[in-house]
T-cell receptor, first 114, second 110 residues
């Protein structure tokens, strides 16, 4: 596709379960970001990948959150032992190169932990 | 931590009116961006400003970056219902993470 694709669009899971959220960035974009947006808030930074490596993971709230990008394209955000407070929209964005000021966002995955 | 404060938080106006929304920070940013987000969608980039005092126009939207690169404004002339959405400002210093404000939710009624 032409844009950033995120799957699933919606995910409902029970407290304590493990979830994986997928992001397929724009082809050729080397920079990839994960953000989390809670109701009534702006997006909050989670992690940034330059290629395959996590260049900045300072926004991950705790060690239950982990993300990978093994081949420098698709990325997966993994959340272990989900809690109700993890409920939010998880947004992925990609940029053509490191330092680019243009970020292109996907439509997000709405995660609900019940 | 949200370093950017946006005001007003909510704005409801009628079609044809003009409006200005503000984005303020105590921090200096090397660039600042404005996004518009509609329900169920991700933010869409409207503009990037990088020079203090810079003014950019996008049809009926006028964006200004403060001289000290700490604040910005977005002015919409003759608002239309299609302008309805959440307007987010975001600052960047390192080319890494964007720091977003909470946004201004705009409703334009016919």
């Amino acid at each position: 596709g032409a844009g950033v694709s995120q799957t699933p669009s919606n995910k409902v899971t029970e407290k304590g379960k493990y979830v994986e959220l997928r992001c397929d960035p724009i082809s050729g974009h080397t920079a990839l970001y994960w953000y989390r947006q809670s109701l009534g808030q702006g997006p909050e930074f989670l992690i940034y990948f330059q290629g395959t490596g996590a260049a900045d993971d300072s926004g991950l709230p705790n060690d239950r959150f982990f993300a990978v990008r093994p081949e420098g394209s698709v990325s997966t955000l993994k959340i272990q032992r989900t809690e109700r407070g993890d409920s939010a929209v998880y947004l992925c964005a990609s940029s053509p190169w490191h330092g680019s000021t243009e970020a292109f966002f996907g439509q997000g995955t709405r995660l609900t932990v019940v | 931590t949200q370093l950017l404060e946006q005001s007003p938080q909510f704005l409801s106006i009628q079609e044809g009116e003009n409006l200005t929304v503000y984005c303020n920070s105590s921090s200096v940013f090397s660039s600042l961006q404005w996004y518009r987000q509609e329900p169920g969608e991700g933010p869409v980039l409207l503009v990037t400003v990088v020079t203090g005092g810079e003014v950019k126009k996008l049809k009926r939207l006028t964006f200004q970056f403060g001289d000290a690169r700490k604040d910005s404004s977005l002015h919409i002339t003759a608002a239309q219902p299609g302008d309805t959405g959440l307007y987010l400002c975001a600052g960047s210093n390192s080319g890494y993470a964007l720091n977003f404000g909470k946004g201004t939710s705009l409703l334009v009624t016919p």
